[in-house]
């Protein structure tokens, strides 16, 4: 089975811009997950999907958003983009997302520049 | 909400040699403790997990061990090798939470683990 697969791998993009990442889950995953990595916070949960709607948020500012296909595939887009959201941000997918029952598989990551 | 400590941030051990990751959190509704290793420029990858109802658990020089009561958490690898350098992540969640556990992990800091031949 393919793994998660991440879009675009590098991002390169200005202050005020708005960027969308995309996400494929591995096969017959339905639950899709975002966290945003980097040096000085760790791994910090963003939202998950699942069947298209968003059933969990993290605490991050609505300029962060998503969604979900009827595929799983999902995309999440950042609006008016600040320094502070240079980052890499990791997409993991389980079968249901229903924590400790499954396992999160996480892709390799979009790693976005904000300059 | 939950917070995950994981100590120390930095590890260095030579070849052979056993390495200990320690991590503590905060909510004791908390029943699941995976732990992730990540390679430079790489994925984060789940190496093992241990649930609330089970104390110990192993995979050949990997094992995790979790105090309820302390709500403390370790990670062991004995006969570490040069490839097990990486970043290591602890991390809980709370899977009868309903809603506000769906995909949700709380993670520590992460150890950045160097092991010298």
């Known amino acids: 089975k393919a793994g998660v697969t991440q879009t675009p791998r590098y991002l390169i993009k200005t202050r005020g811009q708005q960027v969308t990442l995309s996400c494929s889950p591995i096969?017959?995953?339905?639950?899709v997950s975002w966290y945003q990595q980097t040096p000085g916070q760790g791994l910090q949960f963003l939202f998950e999907?699942?069947?298209?709607?968003?059933?969990n948020k993290g605490n991050f500012p609505g300029r962060f958003s998503g969604r979900q296909f009827s595929n799983s595939r999902s995309e999440m887009n950042v609006s008016t983009l600040e320094l502070g959201d240079s980052a890499l941000y990791l997409c993991?997918?389980?079968?249901?997302?229903?924590?400790?029952?499954?396992?999160?598989?996480f892709g390799s990551g979009t790693q976005l520049s904000v300059l | 909400g939950e917070n995950v400590e994981q100590h120390p941030s930095t590890l260095s051990v030579q070849e052979g040699d056993s390495a200990v990751i320690k991590c503590t959190y905060s909510?004791?509704?908390?029943?699941?403790f995976p732990w992730y290793k990540q390679e430079l420029g790489k994925r984060p990858q789940l190496i093992i997990d241990?649930?609330?109802?089970?104390g110990e658990k192993k995979d050949q020089r990997i094992a995790v061990t979790l105090n309820k009561t302390a709500k403390h958490f370790s990670l062991h690898i004995t006969e570490t090798q040069p490839e097990d350098s990486a970043v290591y992540f602890c991390?809980?969640?709370?899977?009868?939470?309903?809603?506000?556990?769906?995909?949700?992990?709380?993670f520590g800091q992460g150890t950045i683990l160097t092991v010298h031949p």
């Open positions: 096969s017959g995953h339905r639950s």
């Open positions: 909510d004791s509704a908390s029943n699941y």
């Open positions: 993991a997918s389980s079968l249901r997302g229903q924590g400790g029952n499954e396992k999160l598989f």
């Open positions: 241990i649930r609330s109802n089970v």
């Open positions: 991390a809980a969640s709370n899977t009868l939470a309903g809603g506000t556990s769906y995909g949700k992990l709380t």
């Open positions: 999907y699942f069947s298209e709607t968003q059933r």
